[in-house]
């Protein structure tokens, strides 16, 4: 036999014999696809979204946001708020165990905080290590959070994303960012940890010691599969059981398949409520008249935008502040509206005139600007968001802009943007969270220009409106919050130093004889399937 | 087979016999300039391409204070000298340093994941090998014939097709539509098997992603059996061993094949490194756990210890290939057989 025979008969027996041996006994386990290989379970020491989406199920916060994102009990069963929002006192749950069978208390809360979160977590650090006295436990199951001053959003930050609660048992005594339990992981959330093999699959078992009751989906592995479209394809030949995403072209045809369901939510915790945005840098003597950025805003059609980059799933944005957050959106604002004729005459005005209709147009008189400079713009952002910037070089072509698309992948684009500061426009797309203070003041506040990533963009200075957000993460009524960002954004669209195109949505899709999926990242502990 | 064992032992130990140790050492001494070299040159290319693991590792939305605490952590406060003579200083002490992602040993990272990349990248040469030589002895039959020109044109769009493209293809049919082989993964999710219910398992896995690879290795290797072959039918040896009454099959195996193939080997340990930056879209495309994928979340979260690690596997993987490429061709062709 010759060898070539020999390696195909090789293969087919191989594949025959192995196509016969996959139907096992053992039950598959619950299959969902994760995009990134998260590298390590921790996620009390990382705000990286893999890590989180991997890790969620393991662990719990103090409290839990339900499906309108409104905070509920979770290893805190109940709580006070004293001194005008100062102090917060915290009852625990009893009888919690971690996975390892060790007793839950209120030191692994003191210490979780005061060794990992204001340390490591990214946004919780820069939220409370400013404003955070100290933590007290006055008893195992009893702890106070002392506050500087009256701080309203606290219980918004307290969740398994902002706040997941560590053993301290596991964590004390060694450098949290090598210690080897963030790859064998210790929490007390629904599943708790069976092995994880790098880049390839992280399996869980249900808790049967959960506190609020063992889920009835015993086995779970998260597949990390890269590509978006194997995943699709994954998902619909029977691999995979959940999509943490869907690509906008494949929605409508899952959408269309009866085994399936398509679902969409405005994201969770710090991750929800994103209104994708255009940043100008107001240090450019090109954005410096306020004149040229609504021109800009006028010349925008966020419909189109909305049509065309999201198949039309999501909202064109009317406000700063996102419609997630009802409270503080305001509704009645005057945004520039999709008017080609008002910004064309704004350009004029400003000194951007073009000689006949079709040419860029080119500078007179303007401050800071050699005579008859064409408005060539850069616009900078990540691989995902450029898409955004097509479209929007032929809508701002429209009125004699020249918009030129500059994609940076990820870790180049926070250094071009934040830290150096070099670009013109940028896309960014800001999650204003569960509350302003999580997500909108970032974007405002003239203290956080540079060189953080996703900070303030535009490097916008307004001291009112420093002021006003100060005053209004102070006051717990949510009367005279709603006044103050009402304020804010009244400002924020005077000084117009973004365009707010459009609110997002994540989609998620899985098999419709599943049911009772939650949108926290216990997703499938609350789920069950029909068999 | 017979014949084919005879032969390789025959040049094998021919090769061996005359292969002197110093020739060894010598090729091996040059390793170590190579990896050095390697390491100086990717530490800096690293170093000065833009971009900021803290942001990429830690996270987003951190105050100035976060960042410049995690800078701390990871030493990259220090000045880039001092940071790259620390490095080195592990380096020689046998230490690949820390990964910022992973908080784990960056050369067991790449070490863990080498296996899946060898797996993968060795199983599609022996299939491209094991197609091409027969493809192209058939395809040199008959120069310029209707198999000739058949059997190049499919070869030459398999290796223009885009990889990520005949992969999605591949999943497409043969995974979706078929259903013979799983989409992705390396085993079947949530899998506890051992043995050879594993290896089989795997072998299920593997069959169609490496076929994919191997279709886009093809090309070179039937062109140059085929240019060979015909170049080397027409020579007097392979007259003479016509003439001498041999068979046409040993004619072929015997006396025309081992030249015709000299550019084949040559080829083989040339394309090691392309194999594996081949193996990058695959791995991705079919969530193969493989370094080429590692290396490429390397690369976007600039994980600087992981990459420098993975740059040191995968030099000294093309190092050894071109070192084994040597000894092999000394085994073909005595002619270069160094002393």
Known sequence: MRREQIVLLWILVSLSVAGCTTDKSIARPFVAALTSDPGQLNSAITTNGGVHTAAGVLYDGLVELDDHLKPVPALATSWEIEQGGALYRFHLRHGVRWHDG?????????????????????????????????????????????????????????????????????????????????????????????????????????????????????????????DASTQVIAFEAGEVDWLYGVPGPERNRLRQDKRFRVVQYPGYSGGSNCVVTLGFNLDRPVFQDVRVRRAVAHATNRQQVLERVLFGEGRVADAPISSGIGFAHASDLQIPAFDTATAKTLLDQAGWRSGKPGDIRTAHHVKGIPEETPFVVGFTGMPGQTKYGDIL???????????????????????????????????????????????????????????????????????????????????????????????????????????????????????ARCSGFSNSPHFVATAHCAN | MQWFQQFAAFRCDSALRQLNSRFVVRRLLQVVPTAFGIVLIGFLLVHLAPGDPVAAVAGENGDAAYYAFMRHRFELDKPLPQQMATYFERVASGDMGTSYVHGR?????????????????????????????????????????????????????????????????????????????????????????????????????????????????????????????????????????????????????????????????????????QLIAGAVIIEIV??????????????????????????????????????????????????IRVR
């Open chain 2, 105 to 273: 040993g960056s050369l067991s990272l790449v070490l863990e994941r080498v296996p899946a990349t060898l797996l993968l990248t060795g199983t599609a040469l022996v299939l491209a090998i094991a197609m091409s030589i027969p493809l192209g002895a058939f395809a040199a039959g008959r120069p310029h014939g209707a198999r000739d020109i058949g059997i190049s044109a499919i070869v030459l769009t398999l290796y223009s097709a885009p990889a990520f493209w005949l992969a999605q293809l591949g999943i497409l049919v043969v995974a979706l539509k078929l259903g013979l082989v799983p989409v992705q993964g390396m085993t079947s999710a949530g899998s506890t098997q051992t043995g050879l219910a594993r290896a089989l398992d795997v072998a299920w896995h593997l069959a169609l992603p490496a076929l994919v690879l191997a279709s886009q290795e093809m090309a070179a290797f039937v062109r140059l059996t085929r240019a060979g072959l015909i170049d080397e039918l027409r020579r007097d040896h392979v007259r003479t061993a016509r003439a001498k009454g041999l068979t046409e099959r040993l004619v072929l195996f015997r006396h025309a094949m081992p030249r015709a193939l000299l550019p084949v080997i040559t080829v083989i340990g040339a394309r090691i490194g």
């Open chain 1, 102 to 226: 060790k007793p839950f208390t209120a030191a692994d809360v003191k210490f979780t905080f005061d060794s990992l979160l204001l340390k490591y977590h990214s946004r919780t650090r820069a939220s409370l290590s400013s404003v955070l006295l100290r933590i007290d436990t006055l008893d195992p199951y009893t702890l106070e959070f002392h506050f500087k001053r009256p701080y309203a959003p606290l219980l918004q930050q307290l969740n398994v994303e902002e706040a997941p609660i560590m053993p301290q048992h596991v964590f004390q005594g060694v450098d949290p960012l090598r210690n080897p339990a963030n790859n064998a992981p210790v929490g007390t959330g629904p599943y708790r940890f069976i092995s994880y093999s790098p880049g390839s699959e992280i399996r869980f078992a249900a808790n049967n010691d959960y506190f609020s009751g063992e889920p009835a989906i015993k086995n779970l592995s998260l597949r990390i599969i890269p």
């Open chain 1, 393 to 511: 070089r032929a809508q701002l072509r429209a009125v004699g802009l020249d918009l030129q698309v500059k994609p940076l992948e990820s870790a180049v684009f926070a250094e071009t943007v934040f830290k150096k500061r070099d670009f013109d426009t940028a896309i960014i797309s800001y999650c204003n969270g569960t509350d302003p203070e999580i997500g909108v003041r970032r974007q405002y506040v003239s203290s956080n220009i540079g060189p953080v990533p996703f900070s303030n963009t535009a490097a916008y200075r307004n001291s009112e409106v420093d002021s006003l957000f100060d005053a209004a993460s102070s006051a717990l009524d949510t009367v005279t919050r709603k006044r103050l960002y009402h304020r804010i954004q009244e400002i924020a669209v005077r000084d117009q130093p973004y365009v707010w195109l459009v609110e997002t949505l994540n989609t998620v899709a899985f098999k």
């Open chain 2, 286 to 335: 079919f969530g193969w756990p493989g370094i080429g994928r590692l290396m490429l979340e390397a690369i976007q979260t600039r994980d600087t210890p992981l990459l420098l690690a993975l740059f040191m596997t995968i030099s000294f993987a093309v190092v050894l290939a071109n070192f084994i490429t040597d000894l092999a061709y000394g085994a073909f062709d005595p002619r």
